[in-house]
């Protein structure tokens, strides 16, 4: 890309699981975390001919989703845990993707578009006792 006269645009896709603990996974979350570093590593030392961005993806339904989640019933109680209440599909990802190597986001080069309906909400918000909420 660098030999090209209108350089590039570079999307990695990344995972929530770099940016919160990942249990049964570390080395994957590892990996994930060490992967949002390469890409603004990346985009320092590429610019200005090639921007490097990634997506980072928080819990997809895909075709093979309940061999992590279980059964429908189990995926829909996931799903509820997410602000949004479900997971995302995977062409909303391939939407965020799309958008970075665009001509949109010509100015956006070593960002990382978190696309996670809004996060998981934390576990001590069940456990809290406090008035008003």
Sequence with gaps: MQGQPDGGSIVM???????RASPGTAAY????????????????????????????????RTEQAHLHYGD???????GA???????????????CVAFLASPLASYVSGSTLTAHGGGEVPAFLAAARVEGR
């Design 13 to 19: 896709v990344s995972s929530v699981s770099g940016h």
């Design 29 to 60: 979350g590892a990996a994930k975390a060490g992967l949002d570093n390469l890409v603004a590593s990346l985009a320092v030392e590429w610019a200005p001919k090639v921007r490097v961005n990634s997506v980072v993806a928080g819990m997809v």
């Design 72 to 78: 429908e019933a189990a995926i829909a109680a996931v």
């Design 81 to 95: 845990t997410v602000p949004l209440g479900r997971l995302a599909e995977p062409a909303e990802i391939g939407r």
